[in-house]
């Protein structure tokens, strides 16, 4: 524990200007950032007696062993500064809303030559335009149903669409009438985009205008004595009248606002939005936060404005209803104006429909605060159950916190891989995952290979003690050079932690529970690579497929967990998500070595070009078998080029069918395996 006393800042030295300050651990890892109207007050106040901090605060100043600060001209730039720092440095000592889910939007792509109506999750894109979120994507489909009838606009995939144009013949809701049909031309592109664009108008609240056209419509048609017209219009008036009753009208002024409640006790908080558009309720969403840091309740509002408007990716409404203002609010509404480009109003509702809807939203943030505390009680209890078990099969002298586990795949000896991946309190901590190619020799070991990834993770992970003064070269190893970049014996000790960046640096961490997958020969490799490295402070174990049997270095039998413990289960799922990361790996090499063949080897044939001959021949098959003019025939592709092609492909023998055994699938390159020209994933 830190004396804070130990890093003050002189008297004096900090400035009285508004500015953003941040509080970095030992390691130099930023725990906390803050803003202040005025720094030297601010900063003051965490240097008083302990006694008299709130117990939060207590615990960062202890924790800290630095503080700096930058000065900014205004209040409002501080708040995006100490938003951008929250966003980079993730301290964990800032309230941070978490979105348990991705939630689901309806989307026009009016950026498309024929705008397609579809759902989407994830970051906004530029020309599309979105209406919700939803609380469920079938609430969507829903809506989008009833509306295709009036607005037949295009929701097929690009595939299907070209597809349909191909063959000359549309899909079944060309048929049914709840697609235009743009792909085989029943409507031109201005057409089409017209209907997208009263879709739209209809979605955003836009609605009496449409009902009473389609009314006047069929009006006509009766006094005409189309009669089967004015009924096809009259069962479209009602669809649209479904679809508004979808969205309950809640502020009969047809508002546009954001209304946004909290529920909070002294450990964590919850907020819920309700997004109202033309006084309707189109869409919810919401987070549960621990309150890491002491904070009040206007406070918990202005974090809540920052996380949910800070990215960019949320248009802000006119009118922004909160529980309680920011202190000061002027800075906060200032910023929210500036994203708008137009005045926002920021308050708290005092009466009328406005604070009834408040109230509901107040409600809605406390049943989500309890059902997440019973989640969450239960999920604590559950994992650290887990970590103690494993702890205890394992004779080790703490719980594991942090658990690495390596797993190797390949096909028959060839795009040999391996994964590695991180359970911290026994989650899934994604961004530490990494990737491996064996690069020490060629065929099918799986020992061998899960020696030559151990030796490479741990060589970093000395590497990284060595750069950052935590271990020095010993004098008599004969080692008189430091790694590429890395201070030698002696230099500078900047610890785990980037200086610049304020991130850990690549395998700085050492697990507390190394896992293999596989039995004691997979185990004794890993042992004989850490005893290389001179490395005895990492427990050891692997996980055995075929009896889920735990084997621990040296030993000539397993340990053995009942099928019903927590620690085995946890132990699983780490072996089955490396288990899956390892096969995405080696599959999306395995897709790039079928699909691209001997064209990688040609001079002068670049990606592009290589892509245009996969999608113009479908397959490498079929542009093996091709002739010098049909090569000729693909843009971009010259008679020198298609010469040099064939000849490159002539020269290869065609590939073996192969046969995944662990799937059964048989592999061939007759067919692109990831969609000839498509994007392939790689987790």
């Known amino acids: 524990m830190a004396d804070p006393s130990t890093y003050r800042p002189a008297p004096g030295a900090i400035p009285l ?12 890892r930023v725990i906390y950032v803050g803003k202040a109207k005025s720094l030297r007050p601010r900063l003051s106040s965490y240097f008083q007696d302990l006694a008299g901090l709130h117990p939060r605060t207590a615990t960062m100043v202890t924790t800290a062993a630095s503080v700096e600060w930058t000065v900014v001209g205004t209040e409002v730039e501080a708040l995006q500064l100490e938003y951008s720092w929250i966003k980079e440095f993730d301290p964990r000592f800032n309230v941070k809303y978490r979105d348990d889910k991705s939630y689901p939007e309806l989307a026009v792509t009016l950026n498309e030559e024929f705008p397609r109506v579809q759902v989407m999750r994830g970051a906004h894109k530029k020309g599309v335009r979105y209406f919700g979120p939803y609380g469920h994507a079938w609430a969507i489909r829903e809506t989008v149903d009833l509306l295709l009838r009036v607005f037949p606009v295009r929701t097929c995939s690009n595939g299907v669409f070209k597809r349909a144009s191909q063959v000359g013949r549309p899909c079944l809701l060309g048929y049914i009438g709840k697609c235009a049909a743009p ?9 089409h985009r017209a209907l997208a664009e009263e879709f739209c108008d209809f979605m955003a609240g836009r609605t009496g205008g449409h009902l009473r056209r389609l009314e006047q419509q069929m009006q006509e048609a009766a006094a005409a004595m189309e009669y089967e017209r004015a009924a096809r219009l009259r069962d479209d008036i009602g669809a649209l009248k479904r679809a508004m ?56 509002v202005e974090h809540a404005l920052q996380q949910l408007y800070g990215s960019g990716t949320e248009n802000v409404p006119r009118e922004v209803l909160v529980p309680a203002l920011p202190e000061p609010a002027g800075p906060v509404r200032e910023w929210l104006t500036g994203l708008r480009g137009a005045q926002v109003d920021l308050r708290v509702p005092q009466r009328g429909d406005k604070k009834d809807l408040m109230a509901t939203v107040h409600r809605n943030a406390q049943q989500a605060l309890a059902l997440h505390k019973t989640k969450r009680a239960s999920d604590l209890t559950t994992r650290s159950r887990a970590l103690q ?33 991180v359970f911290e309190d026994g989650l899934a901590r994604k961004s530490e995952y990494r990737r491996f190619q064996i690069k020490g020799f060629a065929g099918q070991d799986d020992v061998r290979s899960m020696h030559e990834v151990i030796g490479r993770r741990f060589r970093r992970y000395l590497q990284e003690r060595e750069r950052t003064g935590e271990w020095a070269v010993p004098e008599d190893t004969g080692a008189d050079e430091a790694p590429d970049g890395a201070p030698g014996p002696g230099g500078d000790a900047t610890g785990p932690v980037d200086p610049e960046t304020g991130r850990p640096r690549r395998f700085a961490y050492p697990p507390q529970l190394l896992v293999v997958d596989g039995g004691q020969p997979q185990v004794a ?33 397993p340990v053995v967990l009942p099928r019903t413990s927590e620690g085995l289960y946890l132990l699983q799922r780490v072996r089955d998500e490396a288990h899956r990361f390892a096969i995405a790996y080696q599959r999306s090499k395995r897709s790039k070595r079928l699909t691209t063949g001997g064209l990688d080897a040609v001079p002068g044939l670049g990606e592009t070009r290589r892509q245009a001959l996969l999608k113009h021949f479908g397959s490498l098959k079929r542009l093996r078998s091709a002739t010098v003019d049909e090569l000729c025939e693909v843009p971009g592709i010259g008679r020198r080029t298609a010469e040099t092609v064939a000849a490159a492909l002539a020269s290869r ?31």
Not at 254 to 282: C, K, N, S
Request: net charge negative; hydrophobic share 40%; proline share 5%.
């Open 183 to 191: 792909c085989v031309g029943k409507v031109s592109a201005d057409e």
């Open 525 to 557: 490799a890993a042992r004989r690579a850490l005893d290389e490295l001179g490395i005895d402070d990492v427990a050891l174990c692997g996980l055995a497929k075929r009896l889920e049997e735990v084997w621990l270095p040296g030993q000539d039998d």
């Open 389 to 421: 078990e494993i702890a205890d099969a394992l004779e080790l002298d703490s719980v594991p916190l942090r658990i690495e586990c390596f797993d190797i795949s390949h096909l028959q000896g060839e795009d040999v891989v391996a994964s590695m991946v």
């Open 245 to 300: 009753e979808k969205n309950a009208v809640v502020l009969a002024d047809g508002t546009d606002a954001d209304v946004l409640a909290l529920a909070e006790d002294e450990l964590e908080a919850a907020v819920q939005i309700f997004h109202v558009r033309g006084g309707r309720v189109r869409g919810q969403r919401g987070w549960v936060t621990d309150r890491v840091e002491d904070v009040d309740t206007a406070s918990l």
């Open 17 to 28: 200007s508004p500015g953003v300050y941040r509080f970095r651990d030992e390691h130099g």
């Open 653 to 683: 023998p065609p590939a073996v069918l192969a046969v995944n055994t662990a799937t059964g699938e048989i592999i061939d390159d007759s067919a692109d395996p990831a969609g000839a020209g498509a994007p392939r994933e790689t987790p």
